[in-house]
């Protein structure tokens, strides 16, 4: 009997043995061409979320991603606008004022050129923030925004409480704005652009040393070139990340 027990296990280990010959390369096969679903495992998860972010920088403050502040807003068509409703879409961020008679005509054509490089993608906005909320109103945007033949319905020209504003760019975005009747129009501010991904985070390209741009040149034009300064345009650069942003 016991000789008999010890063929039977011998048997059975040989079954096994063989089993798993002919059939775990089969699963490694299933699993490399991806019949088994990655999904199932956590870590999987966190590669393939990795694997698909571009090579645009996060802008850090403190060692943390840099995310949007909360703000809300009136737009051009009386609608409130809150950072939740850019979420799942790649958008750019300006401050500006209509009756701006310098460097906002220039930026905003350029964003114009830029909306309709992406147009027809449901996923990309702008946001405008007026830093002159007591005589931009939602009228005033309105008709701002059909002077300069604003198309993209995910282009929000916004006005509200002018501190709330302030805040927002120079506090929320380290973007400059100020009031100085001095200045043309009255108003002085950045000319830059910051860019947005669609989870809300601020990021950028790199310089030549490694370090995040942070914001995007919005004065200067893709015809231009540079400026009477020497200033080089980022408008070609911006809608290069904008296209790998919505790749993400």
Same mark, same amino acid.
């Given at each position: 009997?016991?000789?008999? *027990?010890n $063929?039977?296990y011998?048997?059975?280990?040989?079954?096994? +043995?063989v089993?798993?010959?002919?059939?775990?390369?089969?699963?490694v096969?299933?699993?490399?061409n991806?019949?088994?679903?990655?999904q199932? &495992?956590?870590? /999987?998860?966190?590669?393939?979320v990795?694997? $698909?972010?571009?090579? +645009?920088?996060?802008?850090?403050v403190?060692?943390?991603?840099?995310?949007?502040?909360e703000?809300s807003?009136t737009n051009?068509?009386g609608? +409130?606008?809150t950072?939740k409703d850019y979420?799942?879409?790649?958008?750019?961020?300006?401050f500006f004022f209509? *009756?701006?008679?310098t460097?906002?005509?220039?930026m905003?054509?350029n964003?114009?050129?830029?909306?309709?490089?992406?147009?027809?993608?449901?996923?990309?906005g702008v946001?405008?923030f007026?830093?002159?909320?007591?005589?931009d109103?939602p009228?005033?945007l309105?008709a701002y925004?059909?002077k300069?033949?604003?198309?993209n319905?995910?282009?929000h020209?916004? *006005?509200?409480?002018?501190?709330a504003i302030?805040?927002?760019?120079?506090?929320g975005f380290n973007?400059y704005?100020?009031? $100085?009747?001095?200045?043309?129009g009255?108003?002085?501010h950045?000319?830059?652009?910051?860019?947005i991904?669609?989870?809300?985070?601020?990021? &950028?390209?790199?310089d030549?040393?490694?370090n995040?741009?942070?914001?995007?040149?919005?004065i200067? &034009?893709e015809?231009e070139? *540079?400026?009477?300064?020497?200033v080089t345009?980022?408008?070609?650069?911006?809608?290069e /990340?904008?296209?790998?942003l919505l790749?993400?």
């Amino acid at each position: 009997m016991g000789k008999k *027990t010890n $063929n039977s296990y011998i048997g059975i280990a040989f079954i096994i +043995l063989v089993f798993g010959i002919l059939f775990v390369p089969k699963i490694v096969d299933r699993i490399t061409n991806g019949d088994i679903v990655r999904q199932e &495992s956590r870590s /999987d998860q966190k590669r393939e979320v990795k694997g $698909n972010v571009s090579n +645009l920088a996060f802008i850090e403050v403190h060692g943390q991603p840099k995310k949007v502040p909360e703000f809300s807003f009136t737009n051009q068509e009386g609608k +409130l606008i809150t950072n939740k409703d850019y979420l799942g879409k790649v958008y750019v961020l300006e401050f500006f004022f209509t *009756t701006c008679p310098t460097i906002c005509p220039r930026m905003n054509n350029n964003l114009v050129q830029i909306q309709n490089t992406f147009k027809g993608f449901e996923n990309f906005g702008v946001a405008s923030f007026t830093i002159n909320p007591d005589y931009d109103t939602p009228e005033v945007l309105k008709a701002y925004a059909k002077k300069y033949k604003v198309t993209n319905p995910n282009w929000h020209l916004m *006005t509200g409480d002018k501190e709330a504003i302030y805040q927002l760019a120079n506090k929320g975005f380290n973007i400059y704005a100020e009031e $100085n009747p001095e200045a043309a129009g009255g108003f002085e501010h950045s000319g830059n652009f910051a860019l947005i991904d669609k989870k809300g985070f601020i990021r &950028s390209r790199k310089d030549a040393h490694g370090n995040p741009i942070i914001y995007y040149r919005g004065i200067v &034009s893709e015809e231009e070139k *540079t400026d009477e300064d020497g200033v080089t345009q980022e408008i070609t650069a911006l809608k290069e /990340d904008i296209k790998k942003l919505l790749n993400e």
